[in-house]
């Protein structure tokens, strides 16, 4: 069972939620997941008056790493896929012994 938010110290709750109000970034021309865009954090961080910055960062930062790194492992999975069907020619292919 994933671990719910709240079973993690409140500056890595924070960065949870810094994350999710920021948007995610893809490389235009092949859709890559590139991480979060950062550019209105320092926004984000002053509306909601949250006061230890580098601590949040650093945990947010952390989890953007995972994450761009199992999509990426994702994508490599989806695109052997699609190399092997490819060989196969793109069809079903069933074995029928009988």
Same mark, same amino acid.
């Given at each position: 069972?994933?671990?719910? #938010?709240?079973?993690?110290?409140? /500056?890595?709750?924070?960065?949870? !939620?810094?994350?999710?109000?920021?948007?995610?970034?893809? /490389?235009?021309?092949?859709?890559?997941?590139?991480?979060?865009?950062?550019?209105?954090?320092?926004?984000?961080?002053?509306? !909601?008056?949250?006061?230890?910055?580098?601590?949040?960062? !650093?945990?947010?930062?952390?989890?953007?790493?995972?994450?761009?790194?199992?999509? #990426?492992? /994702?994508?490599?999975?989806?695109?052997?896929?699609?190399?092997?069907?490819?060989?196969?020619?793109?069809?079903?292919? !069933?074995?029928?012994?009988?």
């Amino acid at each position: 069972m994933p671990l719910d #938010a709240s079973a993690f110290p409140y /500056e890595v709750q924070v960065a949870f !939620f810094v994350l999710g109000l920021l948007p995610d970034y893809y /490389e235009g021309m092949s859709g890559t997941y590139m991480g979060k865009n950062w550019s209105s954090a320092s926004f984000i961080f002053e509306a !909601f008056a949250i006061e230890n910055v580098q601590t949040v960062v !650093f945990f947010a930062k952390t989890y953007e790493t995972m994450l761009v790194n199992q999509r #990426a492992e /994702e994508q490599k999975q989806k695109q052997k896929q699609a190399e092997r069907r490819a060989k196969s020619g793109g069809k079903n292919t !069933f074995r029928v012994t009988g």
